[in-house]
Nanobody, 116 residues
Framework: QVQLVESGGGLVQPGGSLRLSCAAS????????MAWYRQAPGKQREWVAS???????NYADSVKGRFTISRDNAKNTVYLQMNSLKPEDTAVYYC??????????WGQGTQVTVSS
């Protein structure tokens, strides 16, 4: 059973930084395009950023220039470096495959709270 375990969240002041990690089990990790998603209270889960198996990246307009997604296929891990955090970035962050048909059961996510 493939598992996704997110970590690295926390409470940070506006303008601060956090680095999220997502450890994924499963031999198909290296060939999957992976993504980070987030869900704020009362809102639907939304796509934040994605990285292809070859390392190409794409970002939602709301985080472009502030967030950086990366991956380490040897460690089956995806990262999200978040800088210049804003209160509107507050959400539970999840990782999963980009393609809906390839997605695994969602992990527990990691809470990011941006507040002074």
């Amino acid at each position: 059973q493939v598992q996704l375990v997110e970590s690295g969240g926390g409470l940070v002041q506006p303008g601060g930084s956090l680095r999220l990690s997502c450890a994924a089990s499963g031999s198909t990790f290296s060939i999957n395009h992976m993504a980070w998603y987030r869900q704020a209270p009362g809102k639907q889960r939304e796509w934040v950023a994605s990285v292809t198996s070859g390392g190409s990246t794409n970002y939602a307009d709301s985080v472009k220039g502030r967030f950086t997604i990366s991956r380490d296929n040897a460690k089956n891990t995806v990262y999200l470096q978040m800088n210049s955090l804003k209160p509107e970035d507050t959400a539970v962050y999840y990782c999963n495959a980009l393609a809906p048909v390839l997605r695994k059961p969602w992990g527990q996510g990691t809470q990011v709270t941006v507040s002074s």
